[in-house]
């Protein structure tokens, strides 16, 4: 196991650099003058004299005009030491513009997963239970609906009603602006403004688990050893939730394992739509305005998570199937 | 037994509804008391507070040095205050009374001239530290200097004073056979014997005199001057929270400067510091807090504040400046989470706001721009060097189309550097009607190109009529192909391209367009700097003129570097130089050089102009006695004599 868990993160390692490289090669031959976008702002604002001066102040201090190999080695060099590099459109060091967002993210995608699983499991359970039902039937359809629709549907006919027209929500926005009250009272304020994209998140991810649970109950509900229990007098509780659940459990894992890795990796649609400072909206910002120092960090995050999370999902395998044993 | 399942399951889904609704009412009753924030307090009266929306991301610098982002520059202006010189409600600038006890000007013998500034002496910042002149002279120290440029900051706020170049660090600097400044690998400025070019420790043009007298001099080719008073305006920076409490401020004789090690080394700590966490403000509002996770400001009253230069001071206690979004905003309005939107320029959101108006659920007010759109000609290169093809490009764009399209109704068709919220153009109307409308003709584009040489084709022959037109012209067969540059993710760039580029009589006249998109940065850096070596005709921009300073000597010089259409009219450049040469108190003779100004412009074109747009500003009933907002005067300035319905 710890040879097995070993040889992964070598391959982590070696598949991060790799990605590294492609990713720094293809930001670097995107058209566009990184120091130019470092100074851009002060364009017409200092004489052109001045405007020069910092211009080479700013492809000396980036090393562009350096071979690109080299231009790799410094930049990983930073990264490797937890220099990120500076963003050009916040005008700060990138570390200290991802905090902000990576909290928020964190923290709306945290409610977001729980209340997905909460709603998804034990209505897929539900629905294969009862399948062919008139709930059940009516459960696919809604899932299939929900499914297919985009997501900014869905927050726009959640905005109009539930915000605009009843009231119920903010508008947008992740808490009252000068919220004057106890911490308690902030993290309550701070989940209402959240409610709405959190309903939007959830009804845009319900459709896809919800009959993927189904199937897999479906699949396990449908096997002998289902039959022998039964035939064995058990209560059909115990049948359904100690044999069949716990069987069906085995391809649904690695979606929820998925699923809590997503926490770190903000909605792009939904946080834009609603105003949310996540790490979505970071992204798409710094690739809008040619922050590669910003997106190229945000993507090697996303790819780190991505090699950690496959690892987890592997591992996760032998640790709920008894069947799988994980040697090399 | 399968009821059961059923209840449970039911049980699971319907709690998270209920749990959700829960949420959504528990704070829907704290969110109508904090939007008591926008409504109600506990006691029953109005909160003395207000929310506006601002679309641009704020980012937590209010200083407009390093960034120049909407929201953050609208709550500087609130929180930075005390110039020597302020707007009137006429918009013209004075001699702030509340901030100049007393004031003089002198006329040197090498043409600069001396503004003598004493200042009142119970000015103090937001934590009770007087405002003194080493405020006023340590901030144009500061912010002049090549140390805060290696910040990344403009460094250019003593641009016009006497002194400046060589305080800067660019005097004596010698230039290559492109023309660009010479600089070693480390960025230094070499002369012509390839030493390093020192910059100075005095500011020559600005005196520090005694605790509370400085005195500025304007650099003898901005005298005399049109808006002088605008050119001498100073700001104090809490010179305590800036700089490290070794360094001072000093004055030999020679020249303000700072004491001790003024090294970024020494003082980078401190500068960042203070640029991030403002320590003290000089206007009338000071900066609460900032939360990055809201995207939001909030400022509370000044209370050492002492009003503007008519002794006005705002009643509104709290003012929150949050992001919101242009798709959304009006929603924001409607359901009361913001109070004011300020500058609304997009016609759909106008006309939703419109609605709401006589819907009764909000108020607003509108004000024309001072500012304009328009396409940039590169007049020294190319097709574009040729005032008749620049003509035949205007012929060719229906503009009046054009400007009803992007505006929507709400803005009109220009045909200068001017908008149409300027007073210049409301006081020179018959200049402005006299002026060539350059109406929609094929005929007269086609004019234009064969009285300008354009009758050739791609073999020298005779224009058939058909194909790209050429021009003889010095020998070489020029093209009639124009590049173009525009700028991404842009409705106008989009609707040049589709009224202009693809329109078919442009083909017809013998014209061919290479679109180029990039970004708005980019773009601008061809524009201005001209980085893309010549290869651009035309450029897509708009223009603002967000003080009533229209100082358009520089952009027309001959050979400037700020020209950046790079045009070479003796007249137009001599008209732009005599407008600012006016007597600062005599308008008919300045609107006299602005009309000429605009007339020969009119002939030149040395761009298109496309639009000036009509500006709104929606806000909620609880807001009142806003008004009086400008393309000069901005909400900072009305929201000064607003207040809250119902606040006590």
């Known amino acids: 196991m710890l040879k097995y868990i070993g040889k992964r993160l070598f391959y982590i390692v070696c598949v991060f650099f790799i990605i590294s490289i492609i990713f720094f090669f293809l930001y670097n031959a995107i058209p566009g003058d990184r120091a130019m976008m470092q100074i851009a702002h002060l364009q017409g ?151 709405l994209p959190l309903i939007v998140m959830t009804l845009g991810s319900l459709g896809g688990m919800t009959r993927y649970v189904r199937a897999a109950m479906i699949d396990a509900l449908g096997q002998d050893y289902i039959r022998t229990a039964r035939a064995k007098g058990l209560r059909e509780k115990v049948v359904i ?5 716990r069987n069906a459990l085995l391809p649904v894992v690695t979606l929820i ?24 909206k970071l992204y798409i910002t710094a690739l809008m305005n040619q922050d590669y120092d910003l997106a190229m960090a945000v993507q090697l995050f996303y790819v780190v998570i991505s090699l950690v999370g496959n690892l987890l999902v592997d591992l996760s395998y032998g640790i709920v199937d008894p069947r799988v044993r994980i040697t090399e | 037994m399968s009821m059961k399942h059923k209840i449970t399951s039911l049980l699971l889904a319907a709690s998270m509804l209920v749990g959700l609704a829960a949420c959504g009412n528990d704070n829907g009753s704290s969110s109508t008391s904090d939007s008591s924030t926008s409504s109600e307090s506990n006691t029953g009266t109005v909160a003395n507070q207000i929310v506006i929306g601002n679309t641009t991301d704020p980012t937590g610098d209010v200083k407009a040095y390093w960034t120049n982002g909407a929201l953050d520059a609208s709550v500087n202006n609130l929180v930075h205050g005390y110039s020597t ?79 400046y170049d060589a305080y800067n660090g660019t005097e004596g600097v010698a230039t290559d056979e492109e023309g660009n400044l010479v600089v070693d690998e480390n960025g230094n400025f070499l ?36 808006f002088e008073l605008a050119y001498f305006s100073a700001s104090p920076e809490y010179m305590k929270g800036w700089l490290p409490e070794d360094i001072d401020i000093a004055d030999d004789g020679n020249g303000a400067y700072f004491t001790g090690d003024f090294t970024l080394d020494h003082v980078g700590e401190t500068i960042e510091d203070m640029r991030w966490n403002l320590k003290a403000f000089s206007g009338p509002y000071v900066v609460e807090s900032y939360d990055p996770t809201t995207l939001a400001y909030t400022l509370q009253i000044n209370e050492e504040w002492l009003g503007n230069f008519e002794g006005q001071k705002p009643s509104i206690e709290t003012i929150i400046y949050k992001k919101v979004l242009q798709e959304t905003m009006m929603d924001e309005l409607r359901t009361g989470s913001v109070d004011l939107l300020h500058g609304v320029a997009d016609g759909a959101t106008i006309t939703e706001g419109l609605d709401m108006a006589d819907e009764g659920l909000a108020q607003y007010l509108s004000y024309d721009r001072n500012g304009y759109g328009f396409i940039s000609f590169v007049c020294d290169n190319g097709p574009t060097q040729f005032v008749e093809v620049r ?42 009607a006299s002026l060539n409308s350059y109406a929609y003709s094929l005929d007269n584009a086609i004019a234009e190109l064969e009285a300008g ?63 180029t998109v990039m970004t708005f940065d980019e773009m601008l850096t061809g524009h201005y700097y001209n980085m893309e ?90 807001l009142q006695g806003y008004e009086g907002v400008s393309g000069y005067r901005g909400e900072y300035d009305a929201l000064l004599y607003a207040y809250v319905e119902g606040a006590e």
Request: with cysteine; glycine share 8%; proline share 4%.
């Open chain 1, 45 to 195: 604002k200092v004489s052109e004299e001045q405007f020069q001066r910092m211009y080479q102040d700013v492809r000396n201090q980036l090393g562009l005009d350096d071979p690109a190999i080299v231009q790799y080695g410094k930049w990983m060099g930073g990264i490797l030491t937890g220099d990120f590099g500076f963003s050009t459109f916040y005008k700060q060091d990138v570390i200290d513009v991802v905090v902000d967002p990576m909290k928020n993210t964190i923290f709306i995608n945290v409610f977001s997963v729980i209340l997905a699983l909460a709603v998804t499991i034990p209505l897929g359970i539900f629905c294969a239970v009862k399948k062919n039902s008139a709930f059940d039937k009516g459960v696919q359809v809604a899932t299939i609906v929900g499914y297919s629709v985009p997501v900014f549907i869905i927050g726009l006919v959640c905005i109009f009603v539930f915000a605009v027209k009843l009231g119920w929500f903010p508008v947008s926005g992740m808490g009252t602006p000068n919220f004057q009250g106890t911490p308690w009272e902030a993290f309550w304020d701070k989940l209402y403004y959240l409610c």
């Open chain 1, 241 to 245: 939730f100690s044999h069949a659940w």
């Open chain 1, 257 to 280: 394992i998925g699923w809590f890795l997503s926490i770190f990796s903000g909605s792009l649609m939904i946080e834009n739509m609603f105003g949310l400072n996540g790490m979505g």
């Open chain 2, 85 to 163: 010189v302020a707007l009137n409600n006429e918009s013209e600038y004075i001699i702030d009374p509340v901030v100049v006890k007393e004031h003089s000007f002198t006329d040197n013998e090498d043409g600069t001239r001396t503004m003598t500034v004493t200042l009142n002496d119970n000015l103090k910042w937001s934590n009770g530290d007087p405002i003194t002149a080493k405020d006023y002279v340590g901030g144009i120290l500061l912010f002049s200097s090549p140390l805060i440029v290696e910040t990344g900051a403009t460094g250019d706020l003593g641009y016009y004073f006497e002194g």
């Open chain 2, 191 to 226: 002369d012509a014997n390839g030493n390093i070019v020192e910059t100075a420790k005095e500011f020559s043009g600005v005196h520090l005199i005694d605790e509370y007298t400085f005195s500025v001099t304007m650099k003898a080719e901005y005298v005399p001057s049109f």
């Open chain 2, 391 to 432: 003509h035949a490009i205007a012929y060719l764009l229906d503009r009046n189309e054009f400007a009803k399209q992007f505006t929507q109704g709400f803005g009109s068709l220009v045909h200068g550097p001017y908008g149409t919220g300027m007073w210049m153009t409301a006081a020179a109307s018959d200049t402005i």
């Open chain 2, 453 to 515: 040489g354009w009758t050739l084709d791609a073999n020298g022959n005779e224009y058939s009529g058909t194909g790209v037109r050429y021009k003889d012209v010095n020998g070489t067969l020029m093209p009639l192909k124009i590049n173009w540059a525009c700028s991404e993710n842009n409705s106008v760039s989009d609707m040049i391209a589709t009224m202009l580029v693809e329109n078919p009589d442009v083909t017809t006249a013998g014209f061919e367009f290479e679109r």
């Open chain 2, 533 to 622: 070596e010549d290869y651009y005709n035309m450029y897509n921009l708009a223009s603002d003129f967000p003080s009533p300073v229209y100082d358009q000597n520089l952009a027309y010089q001959i050979g400037s570097t700020s020209n950046y259409s790079h045009i070479a009219d003796e007249e137009l450049a001599t008209l732009a130089r005599e407008m600012l040469l006016c007597d600062s108190s005599d308008n008919d003779a300045f609107l006299e050089k602005w009309s000429a100004f605009i007339a020969r412009w009119n002939e030149l074109l040395p761009a298109l102009p496309l639009y000036s747009n009509q500006y709104f500003d929606f806000f909620s009933e609880k």
